[in-house]
C-alpha cells in the first residue's frame, strides 16, 4: 500500500500552530491524528521488518510482514561498521515503494526534519525518527505536528513516550537494543512502559499532576492514559529480537506488533526466518506452533550481550 503522496508542504520547524482536539497538540493539516494513529492500528499483530534494498522487501513481503522499514544498513552493520547513519538513498527508498504492496516506512534521524521532508515527498507511509541513525539534533526532535505522514517514535520508558506523542508521533516503538540479537532491553522496556501505565491508571486523579510533572509529559495525555489504561497510540516492540521465540515473548508481555531487523537479514536463512518470526507473532500463546516454526531454521545472528556495551555504544540511550 503506498500513500498518495504528501498534500502539503511540510513547515519548517516550530512553526507550525497548535491546534484543538489532542492532548499535547493539535489536528493539522490533511494528515489527522485520528488518521495517522489509524493507520498505525491497521498493522497491529504483525511484523515490520527492515531491509536495505528490494530484494530483501520482497523477502519480507513473501514472508507475511504488514510493513517494510527502508534504511541505510541494518542496525547490526551500523553498529559493525560505524560512521554516520542517514536517511536511505531516496533512489533506495523508491525502489523499495516500486517493489512492495505493503506499507514502506523509512527512517530520519532524531531531530532531522529535512531528512523527514524529502521521505515524506516520496511518498512513504511512515517515517520513523530512529535512534539507530546517528542523531541530527541533541536538544529538540522533530515537530511531528508539522507533517502529512505519520511517525514512528522509540521509546524506553512511558515519560519518553508521552513526550514523543505530544509532538505528533502516531506510534511507539519499545526501543531495545538495535543491532545486538540480544531480547533483554526489549523486555526491559516493555516492562517499564506497561508497569509505568498501570501505576498511572492506579493514582487517585489530583495526583495525576505531580506524576505528570515526573513523566515531564502533559498532565491531558498523562490523565488520558490513566483513564484507557493504555497508550492512545499502538505500541510495538523493537531491539534485538532474532527468534521466534523472541518475538512471541514481547507480544505475551503486550506488545501490539513487532518491528525486526537485524535478526532476519543477518541470519543463515532469512526468508525461512522472517515466515517463522511472523508465525510466531501470530501464534504468540501456542507453544506447539512455536516449537514448530522454531525448528531447523539454520543459523541465528550471532549477537552481542548488551551488558558488554559500552555506554557511548547504546542506541537506546539517544533521544530523551
Ligand atoms: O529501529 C528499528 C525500528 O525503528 C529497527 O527496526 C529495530 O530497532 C531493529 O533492531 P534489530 O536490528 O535489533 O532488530
Redesign the pocket.
Known amino acids: 500500500m503506498m500513500s498518495d503522496g504528501p498534500t502539503t508542504t511540510a513547515p519548517a520547524a516550530g512553526t507550525s500552530p497548535t491546534g484543538p482536539g489532542t492532548p499535547g497538540g493539535g489536528e493539522r493539516h490533511a494528515g489527522t491524528a485520528r488518521v495517522k494513529r489509524g493507520m498505525a492500528e491497521m498493522l497491529k499483530g504483525g511484523v515490520i521488518m527492515?531491509v536495505v534494498t528490494p530484494e530483501q522487501a520482497r523477502i519480507a513481503e513473501d514472508a507475511g510482514a504488514v510493513a517494510v522499514?527502508a534504511l541505510e544498513r541494518?542496525?547490526?552493520d551500523i553498529r559493525a561498521q560505524g560512521g554516520v547513519a542517514r536517511m536511505s538513498d531516496p533512489d533506495m527508498i523508491a525502489g523499495i515503494i516500486e517493489a512492495v504492496s505493503i506499507p514502506v516506512m523509512a527512517?530520519a534521524r532524531i531531530g532531522h526534519f529535512v531528512e523527514a521532508q524529502i521521505i515524506q515527498s516520496l511518498g512513504v507511509d511512515y517515517v520513523?525518527e530512529?535512534e539507530?541513525l546517528t542523531p541530527a539534533d541533541p536538544h529538540h526532535h522533530i515537530d511531528k505536528w508539522a507533517f502529512t505522514v505519520p511517525f514512528?517514535c522509540?521509546a524506553t520508558n512511558l515519560g519518553e513516550a508521552l513526550r514523543r506523542i505530544s509532538e505528533g508521533a502516531a506510534m511507539i516503538?519499545s526501543k531495545?537494543e538495535?543491532?545486538?540479537?540480544e531480547v533483554s532491553n526489549a523486555v526491559v522496556h516493555m516492562r517499564t512502559i506497561r508497569a509505568e501505565i498501570a501505576r498511572l491508571s492506579a493514582l487517585p486523579p489530583e495526583e495525576l499532576y505531580a506524576a505528570a510533572k515526573e513523566l515531564r509529559a502533559p498532565v491531558e495525555l498523562v490523565t488520558e492514559v490513566a483513564r484507557l489504561g493504555h497508550l492512545p497510540v499502538v505500541l510495538f516492540t523493537?531491539?534485538?529480537?532474532a527468534t521466534p521465540a523472541d518475538a512471541a515473548l514481547m507480544m505475551q508481555l503486550g506488545a501490539d506488533g513487532v518491528?525486526?531487523?537485524?535478526?532476519i537479514f543477518k541470519s543463515g536463512d532469512p526468508a525461512r526466518r522472517a515466515r517463522a518470526i511472523v508465525e510466531a507473532t501470530t501464534m504468540y500463546n501456542d507453544p506447539g506452533v512455536l516449537a514448530k516454526v522454531s525448528r531447523g531454521l539454520g543459523e541465528a545472528m550471532v549477537g552481542i550481550n548488551v551488558g558488554e556495551l559500552p555506554p557511548q555504544a547504546r542506541f537506546a540511550d539517544r533521544g530523551w
Open positions: 527492515d522499514m541494518v542496525p547490526a527512517k520513523d530512529s539507530v514512528v522509540g516503538r531495545g538495535a543491532g545486538t540479537g523493537a531491539g534485538g529480537i518491528f525486526v531487523g537485524s535478526g
